[in-house]
């Protein structure tokens, strides 16, 4: 397993942008897919996208695809969610989350998890 720190979480307007950062340290990072999870409450995880291990292949759930990116720095072992275009539904506790295979849209899928960030969207 992997230790996971998001961070980069806030309050931000309507059409805003923010930028999470997911930091891995413990284990060779460029291995492991990461996934990002969101959660709003009273409701179900949700799946948000995920990068791939070594190809950094990306995909993204319907609801973000067009507006949030996910990137990797190898170097410093830190995966970036840039969020753009922000609506109030995207309001929601969100996670990192890594495994030691390709990606996969399934919280149950991941091992090792990040504490989590909140992300607020006023309208």
């Known amino acids: 397993q992997v230790q996971l720190v998001e961070s980069g979480g806030g309050l931000v307007q309507a059409g805003g942008s923010l930028r999470l950062s997911c930091e891995a340290s413990?284990?060779?990072?460029?291995?492991?897919?990461v996934g990002w999870f969101r959660q709003a409450p009273g409701k179900e995880r949700e799946f948000v996208g995920f990068?791939?291990?070594?190809?950094?292949?990306?995909y993204y759930a319907a609801s973000v695809k067009g507006r949030f990116t996910l990137s990797r720095d190898k170097a410093n072992n830190t995966v970036y969610l840039q969020m753009n275009s922000l609506k109030p539904e995207d309001t929601a506790f969100y996670y990192c989350a890594a495994r030691p295979d390709y990606g996969s849209t399934g919280p149950d899928e991941y091992d090792s998890w990040g504490q989590g960030t909140q992300i607020t969207v006023s309208a």
């Open positions: 990068i791939n291990k070594n190809t950094g292949g990306t």
């Open positions: 413990g284990r060779t990072f460029s291995s492991y897919a």
